[in-house]
């Protein structure tokens, strides 16, 4: 170790060899790099010089020669090779010097800390990272920077700028004022106009997706971002907004038909930063989808007028097929390139809203989903689908149930659907039943599925009744009516309403209903059975002459054939005398017995329709290939009859919503009452202001709601 | 002192006696009080007619309750308010009454009582089409011709109402007095108006467009 002191100079040259070197690096020229060990002869050779005893203590001379050797690098070297270049070469230089100047300071200060430790800070100096910096901004920027600028405006290359922009910013140091001075002002100002100028030459010429690559790439720093984008996005997007989505083979619309994601989504990222800068993109978003929608169910009433040939209720099938793909692809688009973004599912909801309302043929799409939802559970339904795709297809049948106004005319619809397939087609899947009874329950309330849960409870009870109904019979098998009989008890309340005539029925049947009568008192005494013969199903033995073929058929048929059985020949008015039948049913029932596909009966004469005077007679001859047939008897049209039924409870739904609101608000304005009306029941239908108007009239004649004496819009509870 | 007072009440007396004796020439003796017969006589010596307007301002006046019926002291206390006490009396007082009715503090109560005159039987809530065309037209046919005329003809062809509430009766007063008419520019239907004047204004808009 050495002990005599460090001359300055020597001590000097020692240092400035360091520096040559470092200069050499960082001017690219070959030249090996620092090892550690000359690192800390470096570092050593200043502590010492700082840490000797005055007069050899240099530490304000070496503070001092760490300036001048930036300053003479800069003024030697750098500064020439600034000048001698322009435009867009000299941001590049400027770029390559200030990051060579980075390394410099930071390398410089690595060897001259010592000083940073005791000398700067003992005496509140600048340390030597500042000045470094200082020299260079003092030198070099405060000679360029107006050229910068200048060379910048009008300059397209985003990496380069940005370089270019932080030197403005760590220039300041941490602050901001050199950016905002030199810089900020001028440019915002100076962008408006250019991009102004972009703008108008882009928009004639680009296509859309074209024009917003543009406007992508031409975002500048972070952090007047703020201002100068609302500057750009002005110019670029907010000025041509309108015309860049209309434009006409290349805006929103055209992207949307072609279905150009990449581009969508890019329009998104764009414009969803302006403020309300996505409402004209959802604007044109929206009747997109509707004018799809509603293109699909023109389709289809064009093509159920058209083709006469297919199958009733085919094409609307098709039209909810497709309303669903309709659905996954636009929820898709605002999934992925809206980012589910909530304007857009507005937009895409009161889109659908508006087409899946229309009626199609006559049938409102109440039906028209309630049919799909039947076709697609029932054995023997039109689709044979896996199990999987059957649930997927229940999940966006619900889905779309949200859209449609009518719910309760769905869910009547189904319910009706439901009881249907529940009496006659026992087979179908349990499972789908109750999946989509807990889907449409999520859907719409426990109160829409209720009935139907009663309906499925009430078939799982009637098997165990029936069990024990065998019991009862084995046990007195004395007194068997000797038919079969399998009786299904159903709870009245749940399922929909039937018409029961009191048929007369055969005298063998009518020895069975009185002896299940007999059992079920045994079992509960306080309820009452109504029979609903419409909805039995008799297994029938006819000895025909060539063969005995088991008919399967309807109890009301089974009553008719079985008057034959004591007369050979019968008149229509005798028939109708013994069942006690309505004119409609009975030539209904005629009808599926003597002029459809099996003529059990032959009837004089022997014409395609029924009349009031003919006369039937059990057609012996009848025979068929198989053992077995079943004789359908075509339903009656239930519609008219669940429209009827919807309409009633509507109106007391109505009634009730009104009456719950007064009670509690006591006093209400008139158009309050209609709306807050609309939205209790608009869970179930969308109820006509008309319909509440006579409801409240009604209300006001049962003396439960009066008008207010001063203010004839105000109505008032009457207790 | 006692003879003063003693005057006063004769006269009191006296005048209640010519207002029951006038009572008793219309009466219906068996029923105590006057019946249509007694009214139609009564109507004749006034030399109004049956269906004319004033007997109903008299009804009105005379806080009638049922249709057709004067009792006594409907009567009394009527022609007291009156202050008549002769037949030519109360002829001269019906052209007062006319103009008493129309000031606008009575006038609503005197449309309002019209309606329940017509209730006839026990618990009626409602009047048929025919009779309240037939008030409408005598109760608001002067003074609202032309908005009349047109909702009569309406309410004959339209198949929704087959009766007409007290909310809908003081709802076509309401409707002469502040929709401008035969424009209708100013029925607004979102408001309370009873569907019935919806319904109307609906069938005026179609037949005019």
Known sequence: MENKAIGLDKGWDYMQKGITK??????????????????????????????????????????????????????????????????????????????????????????????????????????????????????????????????????????????VLDIFVEIGMGKMDRYEDDFEADMLQDTGAYYSRKASSWIEEDSCPDYMLKAMSHYLHSSSETKLSEKVQNELLVAYANRLLE?????????????????????????????????????????????????????????????????PGVQEQVLIRRTIELHDKYMAYVTDCFQNHTLFHKALKEAFEVFCNKTVTGNSSAELLATFCDNILKKGGSEKLSDEVIEETLEKVVKLLAYISDKDLFAE????????????????????KRSILTKLKQQCGGQFTSKMEGMVTDLTLARENQANYEDYLRSNSA??????????????????SYKSFDLNLPAEMVKCVEFFKGFYETKTKHRKLTWIYSLGTCHINGKFEQKIIELIVSTYQAAVLLLFNASDRLSYSEIMAHLNLTHDDLLRLLHSLSCAKYKILSKEPNTKTISHGDY???????????????????????????????????????????????????????????????????????????????????????????????????????? | MLLFVSVSSKAK??????????????????????????????????????????????????????????????????????????????????????????????????????????LTEEKQKSVDIESICELLNLVLGVQFRPQIDSLIEYLKVQ???????????????????????????????????????????????????
């Open chain 1, 247 to 311: 434009k006409e083979h290349s805006g929103c619309r055209p992207l949307l038909r072609d279905d150009k994601v990449e581009d969508l989504s890019r329009m998104y990222r764009l414009y969803c930063k302006i403020p309300r800068g996505l409402d004209p993109v959802a604007n044109i978003f929206k009747p997109h989808i509707t004018a799809e929608g509603t293109a699909l169910v023109q389709q289809a009433e064009d093509a159920t007028s058209n083709q006469a040939s297919s199958a």
């Open chain 1, 413 to 432: 619809f189904y319910r009706k659907k439901l009881a249907r397939r529940l009496l006659f087609d026992r087979s179908a899947n349990d499972d789908h």
């Open chain 2, 13 to 118: 007396i006296k005048g209640l006696e010519k207002i029951d004796r006038l009572f008793n020439t219309y009466a219906n003796s068996s029923l105590g009080m006057i019946d249509p017969e007694g009214i139609e006589a009564l109507c004749s010596d006034l030399g109004v007619d049956y269906t004319d307007v004033r007997i109903l301002m008299l009804a009105w006046k005379l806080k009638a309750e049922k249709q057709g019926y004067f009792t006594q002291d409907e009567w009394q206390t009527g022609l007291k308010a009156l202050g008549v006490d002769s037949l030519s009396k109360l002829k001269k007082a019906l052209s007062d009454l006319e103009k008493e009715v129309e000031k606008p503090s009575n006038y609503e109560d005197f449309y309002t009582y019209a309606f329940r005159y017509c």
């Open chain 1, 479 to 496: 007194a068997h009516p000797g038919i079969d009989l399998t009786v299904t008890v159903l709870t009245t309340g749940f399922w929909p």
């Open chain 2, 159 to 209: 198949n929704d109402y087959k009766v007409i509430n007290s909310d809908q009766w003081i709802n076509f007063l309401r409707f002469c007095k502040e929709i401008s008419f035969p424009d209708l520019e100013n029925y607004d239907a979102t408001q309370a108006w009873p569907l019935i004047l919806d319904n109307y204004v609906e069938w005026m808009r179609e037949k005019h467009s």
């Open chain 1, 22 to 163: 470092l200069k050499r690096i960082l001017e690219g020229l070959p030249e090996p790099p620092f090892t550690s060990e000359e690192y800390m002869m470096l570092y050593t050779t200043i502590y010492n010089m700082c840490t000797q005893k005055p007069p050899h203590d240099h530490s304000q001379q070496l503070y001092d020669k760490y300036r001048e050797a930036f300053e003479e690098y800069i003024s030697s070297t750098v500064l020439p090779s600034l000048r001698e270049k322009h435009d867009e070469f000299m941001l590049r230089e400027l770029a390559k010097r200030w990051a060579n100047h980075k390394v410099m300071v930071r390398w410089l200060s690595r060897f001259f800390h010592y000083l940073d430790r005791y000398f700067i800070a003992r005496r509140s100096l600048p340390t030597l990272n500042e000045v470094g910096l200082t020299c260079f901004r003092d030198l070099v920027y405060q000679e360029v920077h107006a050229k910068v600028k200048d060379a910048m405006i009008t300059l397209i290359d985003r990496a380069l700028l940005k370089n």
């Open chain 1, 616 to 719: 039937f007679e059990f057609n012996s001859k009848f025979t068929d290939k198989l053992r077995r047939i079943k004789v359908p008897l075509p339903p009656v049209d239930e519609r008219k009859k669940v429209v009827e039924d919807v309409d009633k409870d509507r109106r007391y739904a109505i009634d009730a919503a009104l009456v719950r609101i007064m009670k509690s608000r006591k006093v209400l304005g008139h158009q309050q009452l209609v709306s807050e009306c609309v939205e209790q029941l608009s869970r179930m239908f969308k109820p006509d202001i008309k319909a509440i108007k006579k409801r409240m009239e009604d209300l006001i004649t049962r003396d439960y709601l009066e008008r207010d004496k001063e203010n004839q819009n105000m109505f008032r509870y009457l207790a």
